[in-house]
C-alpha cells in the first residue's frame, strides 16, 4: 500500500516551556493522519510535522495551536 505524506512546518508565537512544549506535541500526535512530529530544540518554536493529506490538512493542524489558546502560522507554503 503506497501512502502519500506531506509535511508542513507551523510557527508557534508564543515561547513555550517544556510542559508547554510536550501538550502541543501530545495535541498534534492525537490527530488522525498525524504520522510525526518534530521539534528542534534549537529552535523550540517552529513544530516540523509529517502528515497523511487524505485524513487531515495543513488547517486543520493549525486550528490544533489555536485551540490551545496560542497563535501561529503555517511556514513555506
Known sequence: M???L?????????TLDATGLSQLDAAFREKDGVVSVHVDEKRPHLFLLEYNPVKVNSSDLLKVVQLKGMHGELVGL
Open 6 to 14: 506531506a509535511d508542513v512546518t507551523i510557527h508557534v508565537d508564543e
Open 2 to 4: 503506497n501512502i502519500d
